[in-house]
């Protein structure tokens, strides 16, 4: 079946924009988790999702950072102002129940670049 | 808290030659521990896991251990490919089934013909 897709692949916006990026989770699968890869930080985690339980924000480094998930599928991730210091790779991974290993399938990333 | 240190690269070898990548960590409770890979041009894959202390994983000819007394994850490869040049990440999570990951800082190899 269909894995993770992420929208767009690539992305570039001016310092003080605001953007959003999009995931598509694996049809079934009840958690879901952003992730962002920057040369400088490496892989860290931002938010997590699990069914209509409050999401884990814990990952977000500022305010600016915000993420929905609506009806359980598709999740948004929003950053507003963006800075130079965002520009990084944004990962999204889905993963379905324990009893299915609840391993983390990775989307292809949105590349965002801060200019 | 939770974190996962793993070798610097990159590592460069030749075909058929011998791959180990150092990885440790340590956690607040008792994790779930993970080889991911990141093939160029492509989105992370899980290569290997291993849950429990003794355990080993294994998949396409690598290998590593959770040795909970050393706190360590080493990957290991007896023979590399070409193929295999990729960055390899190593992770962990705590707690509940399906919970966050934390990664290292990822190693890079390139295999040489």
């Known amino acids: 079946g269909a894995g993770v897709s992420q929208s767009p692949s690539n992305k570039v916006t001016e310092k003080g924009k605001d953007v959003e990026l999009r995931c598509d989770p694996i049809?079934?699968?009840?958690?879901l988790y952003w992730y962002r890869q920057s040369l400088g930080q490496g892989l860290e985690f931002l938010i997590y999702?699990?069914?209509?339980?409050?999401?884990?924000k814990s990952g977000l480094p500022s305010d600016r950072f915000s993420a929905e998930r609506t009806g359980g599928s598709v999740s948004t991730l929003t950053i507003q102002r963006t800075q130079q210091e965002d520009s990084a790779v944004y990962l999204c991974?889905?993963?379905?129940?324990?009893?299915?290993?609840?391993?983390?399938?990775f989307g292809p990333g949105t590349r965002l670049t801060v200019t | 808290g939770d974190s996962v240190t793993q070798m610097e690269g990159p590592v460069t070898l030749s075909e058929e030659a011998f791959l180990t990548i150092n990885c440790t960590y340590t956690a607040t409770g008792y994790p779930s521990l993970f080889w991911y890979v990141q093939y160029p041009g492509e989105g992370l894959q899980l290569l290997l896991k291993a849950t429990k202390a003794d355990d080993k994983g294994s998949n396409k000819g690598f290998e590593a251990t959770y040795r909970k007394e050393t706190t360590s994850f080493h990957l290991e490869k007896g023979s590399v490919q070409v193929s295999d040049s990729a960055v390899y990440f190593c992770a962990l999570s705590v707690g509940a089934a399906g919970n966050k990951l934390t990664f290292g800082g990822g190693t890079r190899v390139l295999v040489k013909p």
């Open positions: 991974a889905s993963s379905g129940r324990p009893e299915q290993g609840n391993e983390q399938y």
């Open positions: 999702f699990q069914g209509n339980s409050a999401p884990d």
């Open positions: 049809s079934g699968h009840t958690a």
